[in-house]
């Protein structure tokens, strides 16, 4: 199957600071990508929709500047959580798939920890 | 109409036994339902899938059942391994969308 790779798996950084987490399609072009967090226990709440090229589609009470979303290319998108506080840790997933109305691919996951 | 109601929450299973997991939907629009499988710490891996222009598909123990009529679809795992002890989702999707709609995941437990 198709490959989506995910990078960092864990972060720890500072409260007030910034984390990036990327997210590459290896083998096949994604102009759709999908950003989930994931509480422990819990399904997977989606977050925000990359598009390549365009704006980010966030899902209601995602804040936009909290987690800005950039998608430049067909094989890139990236989640950057700005100025993090602890209730920003968590574990954020992303997906693509290589055609609409079939199978997405997921990232390993990133655990990220704001201390 | 976006839901996908899962059920049960959390199963326990005897190793050999057969598990079963529920899934219901409510838009006629989907034509993908997928089954995922998440082990702690890692993203959720593809595990099977159907359309619904078939009733079942089996991949090796893994079945979906689909009741198109009812709108429910189950994933049925046959001789249950510990090594099957995860959490499961299905999913849905449709009208040319990648957008997935995920239900709450059930956590199963095979006893060795």
């Known amino acids: 199957g198709a490959v989506v790779s995910q990078h960092p798996s864990r972060v720890i950084c500072k409260s007030g600071t910034s984390v990036k987490i990327e997210c590459r399609s290896l083998d096949f072009q994604a102009t759709t990508m999908f950003w989930y967090r994931q509480f422990p226990k819990k399904s997977l709440m989606l977050m925000a929709t990359s598009n390549e090229g365009s704006k980010a589609t966030y899902e209601q009470g995602v804040e936009k500047d909290k987690f800005l979303i950039n998608h430049a290319s067909l094989t890139l998108s990236t989640l950057t959580v700005t100025s993090a506080h602890p209730e920003d840790s968590s574990f954020y997933i992303c997906?693509?798939?290589?055609?609409?109305?079939?199978?997405?691919?997921f990232g390993q996951g990133t655990r990220l920890t704001v201390v | 109409q976006q839901q996908v109601k899962q059920s049960p929450q959390s199963l326990i299973v005897q190793k050999g036994g057969i598990s079963i997991i529920n899934c219901a939907y409510e838009n006629t629009a989907f034509d993908y339902f997928p089954w995922y499988q998440q082990f702690p710490g890692k993203g959720p891996a593809l595990l099977i899938a159907?359309?619904?222009?078939?009733s079942e598909k089996k991949e090796g123990r893994f079945t979906i059942s689909f009741n198109k009529s009812a709108k429910q679809f189950s994933l049925h795992i046959m001789d249950s391994q510990p090594g099957d002890s995860a959490t499961y989702f299905c999913?849905?999707?449709?009208?040319?969308?990648?957008?997935?709609?995920f239900g709450t995941g059930t956590r199963l437990k095979v006893l060795a």
């Open positions: 997906s693509g798939a290589p055609r609409a109305n079939t199978e997405a691919f």
């Open positions: 159907i359309r619904p222009d078939v």
């Open positions: 999913a849905a999707t449709g009208s040319g969308t990648y957008k997935y709609i």
